[in-house]
């Protein structure tokens, strides 16, 4: 009557930063992810993660970003960063709240990241219509960073 079902693991719980770089000209910026890893082989934004239960965790997750920032595309502390909103992505064995980043770059600073094997600059359009193969958890970042240009440019 009763079943004796196993308990699965318990699920990891994950905070961090998707960030979106978004040149002048429009673009975005996206990041191949390591073919041996979780979401192997597919393109997606930049991200910042932490564990949930992290001591000082916010203070801990803005510092990683700008380290990010400033190691891996040499962009300065200045720059500022707006968020677009939360997203809640589950993974069978771990669960993220993401929040999207937008940092708007100038043209310049965007030019000095240059496209490789790791890095591509694309057209939002492209994500979208999945020309480029994206993580899921990366379309539903691009929906929530459009979401939120579509409300704050127009009228």
């Not at 380290?67 to 200045?78: G, M």
């Amino acid at each position: 009557m009763f079943s004796n079902k196993k308990k699965g693991a318990k699920v990891r719980e994950e905070d961090g930063n998707v960030l979106i770089l978004f040149s002048e000209n429009g673009k975005i910026l996206l990041e191949k992810r390591d073919e041996n890893g979780l979401l192997g082989g597919l393109w997606d934004f930049p991200i910042v993660i932490v564990p949930s239960d992290t001591e000082n965790k916010f203070e801990v997750l803005e510092d990683e970003t700008k380290l990010t920032l400033k190691k891996t595309f040499s962009i300065p502390n200045s720059i500022t960063s707006q968020v677009t909103g939360t997203v809640l992505h589950v993974f069978s064995h771990i669960k993220q709240s993401l929040q999207v980043l937008k940092i708007v770059l100038s043209n310049d600073l965007s030019s000095s990241i240059l496209k490789s094997d790791k890095y591509q600059w694309c057209d939002p359009k492209q994500v979208q219509d999945r020309i480029i193969p994206v993580s899921t958890r990366a379309q539903k970042c691009l929906s929530c960073f459009l979401l939120f240009n579509q409300k704050n440019t127009n009228p």
